[in-house]
Each structure stands twice: as C-alpha cells, then as structure tokens.
C-alpha cells in the first residue's frame, strides 16, 4: 500500500513539473515575441522581379502636414521614411508627433536632416564649416534619438556610404567626415516639388506617378529598380493635396511591381 502511494506522489509531482515546464514554455514563447520586433536597419531581401518605391519626406515635423501624410500612408498600407528637423520640433504635441514616427517602425522610419536646417537654409555657411555642421547632425541625432546612421544633406541632393560619393558636395569635408564615421548620406531620384512658394505640390499625382515609371523605365534611376522620391511634409497641409498623395499612392499600387520601403532597406544603406 505505502508503495501504491508512493508511487501516486510521484506521478502527481511529475504532472506538477509538466504543466510547470508547459507555462514556462508560454512565457518564453511570449518573450521571444517581444525579442522580435523589427529593428530599424536590419537587412531584407531582394526580389529582383519587383520594383521599389522609398518615400521620403522632408522637414517633419510640420503640422498639419506631418499629420495628414502619416494618416495617407497608414490608410495606403505603405512604409515612408520622415528626415526630420530638430529646431522645428517646438512643444508638446510635435514632439509627440516626432515619438509617433519613431514608435510606428517598421511602417514608418526617423532619420536625420540636421538639427537647424542647414544653419536655417544658409547651406554655403553650413558647408563651409564642416566642424559645426557635423556638430548639427549629431545634436539632432541625440535630441530626437534617431536610431539609424542616415542622413540628408539639406539643399543638396548627394550620396555616400562606405567611401563612395556622389553628387554635388562629393568633396566637401562634411560629406567625407560623415562618411567615415559610418554614416549613410541618401540623396532623391524625382522631386514632388513645391509651386513657387505656395505650399502646394507642384505636379499632379497623375503627373507624378508618369515621373516615376519613366525612371524606372528609363533605368535611370540611383539604384537599379529602386527609386528614392523627395518630397516636404508642409506640402499636403490641405485636404485637396493630401488627397493627391492618397491619389498618387493608388495609382502606383496599381502595379503589383511595386514595393514600399523605409530608406534603411535601401540597397546604398543595406550594403556593408
């Protein structure tokens, strides 16, 4: 009899161990959940049967432009990338705005425009002191905890990673001390540019979506089947030009070429 129960503590106790192991297993399983959330920079691969699209914006954060973008590229299903701008960061809401950006990866991607614009647009000055300019980058880096090495020269349209350059400051001490230290200067293929100085996109999406596949058609584009398009948060401030960015995302989709990726995926960046 006394073997009987023993025989039926040990059975209970190893039952016990069993579910025991079971929910440690669930809680594990639970960690390595959050363990796996996408980190920006972290490589993708290629279809070289597809073609990719990289949004970015320009000077966020810019209300209510910032706003109405976010809304259109979340509605759209598609990823963009906001080069943002540290002195326009100004009270509570924009810098929740500058957080959201940041907190909506993988859909959306923070990377860096330096801290004053260029000295606010003084780009000769900017360029002209490379020791202070760098010093721009690396504050708004910090103040807006930008977690990528990605930058945008502002007002200037050039490319650099691994001591490769071009564009128009390929010489400038700037671009080679950002180079060095690891950074990953992207430039734009196409513009949607502003009319004048009315803050409005100067083309029409119907226009703009014609640019885009003639680039890719043309070949002619920084990288082969990717194409990397500039445009300026402040432009869609309006619900007739925010319509247009949902109208020119629409269109592109149409294609089941397409792909929309955040800059960190383009192949410039990806290359070690």
Known sequence: MRNIYLAGCSALLLLLAACNNAEQKTVNADSLKVIAKPIPGTPIKYDSSKRYIFLTWDDSPQPPGTVNCKQVFKEQNVKATFFSVGFNQVGPFKKRLIDSIRNEYPQFLLANHSFSHGFND????????????????????????????????????????????????????????LDSTGYKIIGWDIEWGQNGKQKQPKESAT??????????????????????????????????????????????????????????????????
């Open 207 to 272: 226009e703009m979506a014609k640019r885009v596949n003639q680039k890719f058609d043309d070949g002619s584009t920084f990288e082969q089947n990717a194409i990397v398009i500039l445009s300026h948060d402040r432009l869609f401030e309006k619900k007739q030009f925010a319509d247009s960015l949902n109208r020119f995302i629409s269109i592109l989709k149409q294609d089941p070429r397409n792909v929309f990726e955040t800059i960190d995926h383009y192949p410039l960046v990806q290359r070690k």
């Open 122 to 177: 003084k780009y000769a000055k900017f360029y002209s002191m490379p020791d202070s300019a760098y010093s721009d980058f690396m504050r708004n880096e910090k103040e807006l905890q930008i977690g990528v090495k990605i930058i945008r020269l502002p007002g200037n349209n050039t490319w650099a990673s691994n001591g490769v350059i071009h564009g128009q400051k390929a010489e400038n001490k700037l671009v080679k001390r």
